[in-house]
Nanobody, 119 residues
């Protein structure tokens, strides 16, 4: 059974930094495209950043230049480094794993980590 567990959320002042981690268990990370999504109250869940199994990354325009996604296949972990945080970054952040190597490959989600940016 594949499980994703996020960690590293919290409360930080505007301009600060946080590093989210997503630990994948039950399957090797290397076969998955990984993504970070977020959902603020009253909003739909949106893509923040994703990284392919080959290491190609894509970012939402709102976080380009401030966030960095990375993966460590040896540790089955994906990170999201968030710098220059803004109040509008406040949301629950979710990690997703998607096996794109097979047609209609399975997707798995973590339980979410709260990130709050406030002074």
């Amino acid at each position: 059974q594949v499980q994703l567990v996020e960690s590293g959320g919290g409360l930080v002042q505007p301009g600060g930094s946080l590093r989210l981690s997503c630990l994948v268990s039950g399957s090797p990370l290397r076969i998955y495209d990984m993504g970070w999504y977020r959902q603020a109250p009253g909003n739909e869940r949106e893509l923040v950043a994703r990284i392919s199994s080959r290491g190609t990354s894509v970012y939402a325009d709102s976080v380009k230049g401030r966030f960095t996604i990375s993966r460590d296949n040896a540790k089955n972990t994906v990170h999201l480094q968030m710098d220059s945080l803004k109040p509008e970054d406040t949301a629950v952040y979710y990690c997703k794993a998607h096996n794109t190597r097979i047609i209609e490959g399975p997707e798995y989600w973590g339980q979410g980590a709260q990130v709050t940016i406030s002074s």
